[in-house]
C-alpha cells in the first residue's frame, strides 16, 4: 500500500484527537505514517501505534519548535522527496492550513484544504456554503496535500508496527527568520476541549447577555461537558470567541450536542451538524435548528435548561 504522511498535532507527547482521525482516515487510502514534531515521543509512540502508525518519523530538534510554521513545512518536503508518499493530510487548523499551503509551493503540488472526508482514490469531500452544498475535489498535480475538518472522522484503533526513525533536516535561512521569543501557558478549566468533547452544551443569542452563560454552564458542568456558543453570543461578547461553534469558529461533532437559545443559522449548523445526537431547546418553534433536532424542546431556556441540571444532578447523586 502507499505511505500516507500524516502530521501530529500534540501537547508535549499528548497526541490530539484530531491526529488519531488523520491516521484512521489514511488507514483508508494508504498505509499511515506519522510525522512527529517536537518533544515527547516517548509518550506519544504507544497511542500512534495503536491507531495505525505503521512508521513514526520524529523530529525533535528545537530549532523545529523554536521557529514559526515555516521550520515543519521544510520537514515534510523533505519527507516528500524522500518517501513519495501517495499524499500528506494535515489538521484543518489555522496553523496547519499555512503549513500546507507553504508545502504545495516547496513540492510544486496541489493543496485541498477543509475536507469532511477522503475516497479510496484520494477524493476529497468538502462542506461549503455553510454545508449546503458538497463538493468532491481531486489533486491533480504533484502530491496532494489535503487538510482535514477535525471531528470529520471517528478514531478508530488498528494496531500497527509503529517503527521508529529519527530525521533530521537542514532548515534555510527563511525558515529560521522567524523566531518564538517567549510562550504563554494558557490556563486550562476544568472542562474538556471543545472540539475534542463527548458532550458540548453550547448558548445562543437566547441567552440574552453574558449573565445568561450562567445557566449554560451549570448544565455543561452536570454533564461534564464542554460549553459552545453560537457567533451572535461570540459577537455581542457575552462568551470568548474561541468557544465558537459554527463555520467560522470550531467545528465539533460530541455523542452529544445541547443547543439552547440558538436559531440555527447556517452558519452555526456547518460547525456542529454531525453531533450524533442533538438537543434543542428554544422558544420559537419555527426555529430552523429543530430541522436537526433529534428532540426538541419548545419553551424558554431559563426555565427548562435549570431544570434539567437540577435532574442530572439528581440522577448523578
Known sequence: MAEILVLVEHVDGSVKKTALELLTLARSVGQPSAVFVGDGIDNAAATLAEYGAENIYVADAAELTGHVVAPKAELLAQLVAEKSPAAVLITSTAEGKEIAGRLAIKINSGVITDAVGISEDLVATQSIFGGSTIVHSKVTTGTPIITVRPNSAAPEAAPAAGNRADVTVALSEKATSAKIVDRVEQEKGARPELTEAAVV??????????????????????????????????????????????????????????ASGISGAIQHRAGMQTSKTIVV?????????????????????????????????????
Open 201 to 258: 452544551v453550547s448558548g445562543g443569542r437566547g441567552v440574552g447577555g453574558a449573565e445568561g452563560f450562567e445557566v449554560i454552564e451549570k448544565l455543561a458542568d452536570s454533564l461534564d461537558a464542554a460549553v459552545g456558543a453560537s457567533r451572535a453570543a461570540t459577537d455581542a461578547g457575552w462568551y470568548p470567541h474561541q468557544y465558537q461553534v459554527g463555520q467560522t469558529g470550531k467545528t465539533v461533532s460530541p455523542q452529544l450536542y445541547i
Open 281 to 317: 431547546v428554544n422558544k420559537d418553534p419555527e426555529a430552523p435548528i429543530f430541522e436537526l433536532a433529534d428532540y426538541g424542546v419548545v419553551g424558554d431556556l431559563f426555565a427548562v435548561v435549570p431544570q434539567l441540571s437540577e435532574e442530572i444532578s439528581k440522577r448523578k447523586g
